[in-house]
């Protein structure tokens, strides 16, 4: 078996394939493994730093079935309970807890608590959960934005709560997100239950639960994984089936099958012509939304939360780091998604952005001192969905019965997270028999 394309859906599919006792040849276009939830050594301070915040929810089922299959499960600290906490300009700050009963019953009883989240609001909160809930068609076709409208959630009951959890789980403004991703979070995340929705960090990084222990499950299998394997075609015979993976260097890689697991503008450029599934010309200009994260370490503690998201800030969440002992300095990861704004300025400003926005918030970071400042810009962080292209999202068969399709840009059913990308490698692998 072949994979090409060493992220999560491509770990995930291969691990599965492995568990299976395939052989396993995995290919990886760039020298580290992981793709957009990938680390790296800082080498100014020797820490470990992951190329963008990903978080980990206990519902996530497809992600946690290959964390402990490779045991990178080991590397993942989950809270206790459920809680998202929300500051506000000048040191306020209220918690969601939508886990004190079960199900809606609890999300509606979190609402009620949630401090700015305003009363009136919360019939129409119930019936847009019951929506969820039942996947009613209703959902089709609508942005996040209209759909919430729809059901009497104002601007205030938007800044509370909605808007920060459709810009964390999409990726976009509501005005674009599809309602339906929407309601998948909800639903999985916030309606199932049962310590669902309860967060999970990667305290030691991204590539000690992820890629790395996907590697040493890989090798130890007898797989294989080849770094600096840039693919740039693909061969079918003259039946239709794959037969080889030719990368630029000129090596040539035959299997029995193939997962292609790479972003969809470089799927829509290798799948064969013969090969492509009807929405290949749709998939292939799904488009590309940026997440900008700036990682400060400030010489004294500040007060931040854990986690926390910023209300009315062009910042949308601040993440403080593990301790590393007493005297060190804090660090904070401040992250802004649909970050389009943000992503074309430059470093100086948008340090000086993060700094303004953390004193603006905690107000024991305005005597802070920075210490160090790094900009992190992921331009292509997450497909561009919106209710009109849904569709053109495929699923992982082709028209080649042994070269399969994965990556979160295919139809999960999910948003683009560590979750949709784990569960396509899956379907990639049980596609394949």
Not at 145 to 156: K, T
Request: charged share 25%.
């Amino acid at each position: 078996m072949l994979v090409v394309g060493g992220g999560c859906a491509g770990l995930s599919a291969a691990t599965a394939l492995a568990e299976r006792g395939a052989r396993v040849r995995l290919l990886e276009a760039r020298a580290v493994l992981g793709g957009r939830a990938r680390s790296w050594t800082d080498p100014r301070t020797g820490e470990v730093e992951d190329n963008g915040r990903h978080l980990v929810m206990a519902c996530y089922e497809s992600f946690l079935r290959m964390a402990r299959r490779t045991g990178g499960a080991d590397a993942l600290r989950f809270q206790p309970r459920a809680e998202v906490v929300l500051l506000r300009e000048g040191g306020g700050r209220t918690a969601f807890r939508p886990e004190e009963m079960p199900g809606r019953a609890g999300l509606l009883s979190g609402l009620v608590r949630l401090r700015g989240f305003p009363l009136r609001a919360v019939p129409g909160a119930g019936a847009a959960l019951r929506e969820a809930r039942e996947e009613c068609a209703a959902l089709d076709g609508s942005s996040a934005a209209a759909w919430l409208s729809r059901h009497g959630q104002d601007a205030a009951a938007r800044e509370a709560l909605w808007d920060p959890l459709v810009l964390a789980t999409v990726n976009l403004s509501p005005e674009t997100a599809p309602a339906r991703l929407v309601a998948s979070v909800l639903r999985r995340a916030l309606l199932a239950g049962e310590g669902g929705s309860r967060i999970g960090f990667a305290d030691r990084g991204l590539d000690a639960a992820i890629a790395g222990p996907a590697e040493i499950h890989l090798r130890g299998r007898g797989g294989e994984v080849l770094r600096r394997r840039k693919v740039e075609s693909i061969e079918l015979d003259g039946r239709g089936r794959f037969v080889a993976a030719r990368c630029r260097s000129g090596e040539r890689h035959e299997a029995g099958a193939l997962v292609l697991a790479v972003p969809h503008r470089e799927a829509g450029a290798l799948v064969p012509p013969s090969a492509a599934p009807p929405t290949a010309p749709a998939w292939r200009d799904l488009g590309e939304s940026p997440i900008v994260s700036v990682r400060l370490r400030l010489d004294r503690p500040t007060g931040a939360p854990e986690m926390a998201g910023l209300v009315r800030s062009p910042v949308h969440w601040v993440f403080r780091g593990r301790e590393r002992g007493a005297g060190g300095p804090e660090r904070l990861a401040l992250v802004t998604s649909a970050a389009d704004g943000l992503a074309g300025r430059g470093r100086d400003e948008i340090v000086a952005l993060a700094v303004s926005e953390i004193r603006r918030f905690l107000p024991l970071a305005r005597g802070a001192r920075v210490v160090g400042a790094l900009v992190l810009k992921e331009r292509r962080a997450t497909p561009r969905f919106t209710p009109e292209n849904l569709a053109a999202r495929p699923g992982p068969g082709t028209g080649s019965p042994n070269l399969v399709l994965a990556g979160d840009w295919t139809d999960t059913g999910l948003p683009a997270t560590l979750e949709g990308a784990a569960l396509s490698g899956e379907r990639a692998a049980a596609a394949l028999g």
